[in-house]
Protein backbone atom coordinates (compact mmCIF):
# COMPACT_ATOMS: atom_id res chain seq x y z
CA UNK A 1 0.00 0.00 0.00
CA UNK A 2 2.73 2.41 0.82
CA UNK A 3 3.94 2.36 -2.97
CA UNK A 4 0.76 3.26 -3.90
CA UNK A 5 0.27 6.25 -1.62
CA UNK A 6 3.73 7.22 -2.73
CA UNK A 7 2.35 6.41 -6.72
CA UNK A 8 -0.26 8.94 -5.92
CA UNK A 9 1.77 11.71 -4.18
CA UNK A 10 3.81 11.93 -7.17
CA UNK A 11 0.93 11.64 -9.67
CA UNK A 12 -0.55 14.77 -7.34
CA UNK A 13 2.80 16.65 -7.42
CA UNK A 14 2.27 16.64 -11.52
CA UNK A 15 -1.44 18.10 -10.76
CA UNK A 16 -2.63 21.34 -9.97
CA UNK A 17 -1.97 22.65 -6.73
CA UNK A 18 -5.93 21.70 -5.77
CA UNK A 19 -5.64 18.28 -7.09
CA UNK A 20 -2.53 18.16 -4.97
CA UNK A 21 -4.06 19.04 -1.76
CA UNK A 22 -7.24 17.01 -2.31
CA UNK A 23 -4.94 13.56 -3.19
CA UNK A 24 -3.20 14.70 -0.10
CA UNK A 25 -6.12 13.90 2.12
CA UNK A 26 -7.08 11.23 0.49
CA UNK A 27 -3.62 9.49 1.43
CA UNK A 28 -3.80 10.79 5.20
CA UNK A 29 -7.29 9.16 5.25
CA UNK A 30 -6.01 5.99 4.04
CA UNK A 31 -2.97 6.23 5.89
CA UNK A 32 -5.20 6.48 9.16
CA UNK A 33 -6.98 3.51 7.93
CA UNK A 34 -3.97 1.29 7.63
Do not use: C, H, K, Y
Given at each position: ??????????I??????????????V????????
Amino acid sequence: MAATLMEMLVIANSQTPRRRQRLVLVAEVLGLEL
